[in-house]
DNA sequence: ACCGTGATATGCT
DNA sequence: GCATATCACGGTC
């Protein structure tokens, strides 16, 4: 990096999650450890909201593992799914009322080597970051990080803001058995872009 | 296409 | 309490 891009502010987060969905995209997150840095260009992205998202953590109310995403916008809210998964997400909207953008994919674009010795499964560039787990991975991201301050000059996880992206596209969410009309899936070309998998559908008592 | 893996939430008792 | 169904997934078959 030879000069230093703008972070993404609090107030430009603290909007419906479809808006910060489109300000994310071209963003890139950057993570800090000891082992060295790496930053991802996020290409891919999905909406969430609250009690009005059957397809939303908030859906039945704020828990113990939702409570940052009731909280302000720009914090980072991690969940640990399928008993060996992290997934990263930007909380938007405001205080009290529940929004977040799951980071479904992205390009690395500094720290190639970290991000390589993280995931020595990935055969390619493209497939480092292919993923929401797959991209907490790269990043170095767990439980640890939930309700991080990507905000904040000094955090270990950030957000610079990147081009204004153009020619977004969108879908349906993946693995997301609700919902399913609802567009809220992002993203931009590129080869990182994950592959579309429909949600499994519940047997329903009605 | 199919299965591992464990936290989480919910619904019983 | 305890049982169990459900996952915003990835890797391997």
Redesign the pocket.
Known sequence: MLDTPRQLTEQELAVDPVDASRLLLGATIESTTPEGVVGVRIVEV?A?RGGDDP????Y?GK????EV?FGPAGRL?V???????F?A?VVSLTDGVPG?V?LRAGEVVYGEDLAQMR?P??RSHAELAK?????TGVLGLDRAHNGVDLTSADASVRLLAGEPATEIRTGP?????VAVDVPWRFWIDSPAV?TY?R??R??RVT
């Not at 397809?55 to 908030?58: G, I, L, T, W």
């Not at 969940?79 to 998964?85: E, L, P």
Request: with cysteine; aromatic share 12%; hydrophobic share 30%.
């Open positions: 999905e969430y397809a939303s953590h908030c039945r828990t113990p593992r939702n995403m809210y969940y640990f799914v399928y008993g060996m998964h997934c997400n977040a799951l995931r499964s990935a993923g929401p787990a797959r991209l969410r993946v693995g997301v058995a994950s998998r949600g499994t519940r047997t």
